[in-house]
């Protein structure tokens, strides 16, 4: 008798419960909170700092890497 | 580490989270953001954490909030940008707290959740005019999350 192949070990289906976004109800009504002042002004903050302390190009070259696909 | 979490709920787009903290203030509505900073490339965001003023109607983090269910609240946070990420697996998440102290809340977080999200994640933390790998014993000043591949 042919020996048969484990679909998910348990490893991979630890991984996939660690990864797995969880059930999440959506709120149709809720506002465009991204867009309240107080977060844009974070957002603006954020980007301030990072042209002040630029990442490092190891760092960059990842976030291009990504942007090439 | 399983620590107790409230329930949350997502914008139909889910870059933005709200959640009620209950506790001896009464009850709060905690938004969390995922806002797009389009400037450092397609999939950069910027976490952010404000409190529902409901009575100006706006977000803010002058709330005075002392629930006393500041690790729920955190852990909640965690598990938002879980659900964040497997929505935008992509995703580039930059961290700094408002205050010191919360920067150093979200440090102490992210210290105690490293293996979890270092699955996920490459983490960077900004510290002494620098970027460098992230390691739990030293206090940074803001973070980045970088998604593994």
């Not at chain 1, 969880?22 to 002042?37: E, V």
């Not at chain 2, 969390?32 to 952010?48: A, D, I, P, Q, T």
């Not at chain 2, 404000?50 to 609240?73: L, P, S």
């Not at chain 2, 699955?119 to 980045?144: A, C, D, M, T």
């Amino acid at each position: 008798m042919p020996a048969t192949k484990k679909k998910n070990s348990s490893k991979e289906r630890i991984r996939l419960i660690s990864v797995r976004p969880p059930r999440t109800r959506i709120d149709k009504n809720m506002p465009d909170f991204n867009k309240d002042p107080f977060f844009v002004k974070k957002a603006e903050e954020a980007s301030a700092f990072l042209r002040e302390h630029p990442l490092p190009e190891e760092i960059l070259e990842k976030i291009r890497g990504k942007r090439k696909k | 580490m399983n620590i107790e979490k409230y329930e949350y709920v997502s914008k139909t787009n889910h870059q933005a989270f709200s959640f009620i903290s209950s506790g001896p203030n009464g009850l709060i509505k905690k938004i969390v953001s995922f806002r797009e900073m389009k400037e450092w490339g397609k999939h950069f965001y910027n976490l952010g954490l404000g409190d529902w003023d409901e009575a100006k109607q706006i977000v803010n983090d002058q709330v005075t909030c002392n629930n006393g269910d500041r690790e729920k609240v955190l852990a909640t946070v965690a598990a938002i940008t879980l659900t964040f990420s497997g929505h935008f697996p992509e995703a580039f998440i930059y961290i700094k707290g408002s205050t010191k102290s919360r920067t150093r809340l979200y440090q102490m977080r992210i210290a105690g959740y490293y293996i979890q999200i270092g699955k996920i994640y490459e983490v960077y933390g900004f510290r002494n005019e620098r970027w460098e790998e992230f390691r739990p014993e030293i206090n940074f000043e803001s973070f980045l999350l970088l998604p593994r591949k």
